[in-house]
C-alpha cells in the first residue's frame, strides 16, 4: 500500500512570479507538455499587474531528469523575465510545513 511519502516522491511544486504579459502560461505549459509532465493542478492570479502562478505536475512518466527539466524552465525564466522555480512536494511540503 503506498504512503503519503510515496504519492509525493513523483510530484513537484512550479511556481512563476513575474510581471504579466501574454505567453507565460503557454511557455511554460509547452515545456511540461515536450517531457510528458502531466499538471494536476494550477492556480494563477494576477495582483495589480504582478503574475502569480502555482502548479502541482506528476513527473511519473516524464520523458526527462528532473534537474534537466529544472535547467530548462530555468532558461525560460530568463526568456520571459520571470521568475521560475521548481521544487519536489516532499521538500516544498517540510520547507513550508503544509
Do not use: C, W
Not at 60 to 73: D, G, I, N, P, R
Amino acid at each position: 500500500m503506498p504512503t503519503p511519502l510515496d504519492q509525493t516522491t513523483n510530484r513537484a511544486i512550479i511556481t512563476v512570479l513575474g510581471s504579466d504579459r501574454s505567453g507565460i502560461v503557454a511557455a511554460v505549459a509547452g515545456i511540461l507538455a515536450q517531457y510528458e509532465v502531466n499538471i494536476l493542478d494550477i492556480s494563477q492570479t494576477i495582483l495589480q499587474g504582478i503574475f502569480t502562478m502555482t502548479m502541482l505536475v506528476d513527473l511519473e512518466t516524464a520523458k526527462v531528469e528532473f534537474s534537466v527539466l529544472q535547467a530548462q524552465l530555468d532558461e525560460l525564466s530568463h526568456e520571459l523575465g520571470v521568475q521560475i522555480t521548481m521544487q519536489r512536494e516532499e521538500v516544498f511540503r517540510y520547507m513550508y510545513r503544509l
